[in-house]
């Protein structure tokens, strides 16, 4: 067996009983699977990139938890649940859950068991190729120019769409089954600033991502998918990043450059999805105040008679009434306070409703 080439690998999560034990050491000595084990979810997460594989899970009562864990992942898993015996109800749960195979109290040996086993790594196997396809269409369509012709564009869109729909219509991959509408791929015109942040992490890409609404112009660069600096006006780093999640009809530019040319001028503490988290959430709170924004034109001043001993201010109201005081154009309010913008706006309104801060030229 010591020549015998590995048919696929598959990862046990969990701690295996004595005949769980038993059964994943005579599927390794035999020698067609490269067999591998973590104590938990988090442990593969934290190890596992966004590939799709095979996960072998036993009856246990941690089963419930796991599985729902890695369906919150989003990640893509094909599911195989080993028992010693099976209630219909446990059987009905496996069934909900989309699990692609059930072995009940198998011999590790025989062919039926090799065969379910090969028929999952085979079905990761053939996800990952279509996602390795899809990385590489997606991986030129970000590097074509804005001369390209819109219909090349188009085309290419419109067959992203259709590999992607594939990949996610799968009843036993994990995380985007079920999803409704359209699929939505970032591109050269993305549909969103998250969908071009995330697509430019995924492909690991070193350059600059451009953006443009209107007059409006904010500049992203990145060394292997990370960003490492932002502008947007005279806004910069994150406050600049999550500026520009609030404009609209977004238009991208990326322009691959050498990672020697990319300085690393900004810091960004969090990861980039959880970045596209909060600027998705600040973006859904300026849509509740739109209405209410002042002209970046306005200028605004203290009223001093409303301060009394029963005004209250909190924290970030503080910042914004100083830098009314200091500035007094709302433009300067926004652009130099190190607020987010979002957080500014909902200051100043909150600030002039209650009489504190009142207009006092256009």
Known sequence: MENQLSSGRFTFIGTASPWMRQFLDSVAKAGPFDVHEEPGVEALLAKSKNRAEVIVLEHSSHLKPMVAALRASGRKFVLLLIAQSLTKEEALFASEQRIHGLLEKPDPLSPHTLEQIRKAIAQSESAAHSEALLFSLKSSLLGLSGDTAEHSIEEIRKGLLK??????????????????????????????????????????????????????????????????????????????LFRIFLWESPEFTFSHQEAAAIRVRDAFEFSTSQMCREGETLCARFETIRAQIPPLSVRLQLDPASLTTQTKLGKDEFSTLASVVELGKVAEVIDYNPLHDVVLYECLIGLRRNGVIRVTAA
Do not use: H, M
Not at 183 to 188: D, G, I, V
Not at 222 to 235: K, V, W
């Open 163 to 240: 590999v992607e729909k594939a990949l996610t219509s799968n009843e036993f991959l994990g995380g985007a089954a079920g999803l409704a509408g359209e699929t939505k791929l970032p591109f050269y015109k993305s549909q969103s600033f998250a969908d071009a942040l995330l697509t430019i992490e995924d492909l690991g890409r070193t350059g600059t991502l451009q953006v443009k609404s209107g007059a409006l112009i904010g500049k992203v660069e990145f060394l292997q998918g990370r960003p490492t600096s932002a502008t947007a006006g005279e806004a910069r780093a994150l406050k600049a």
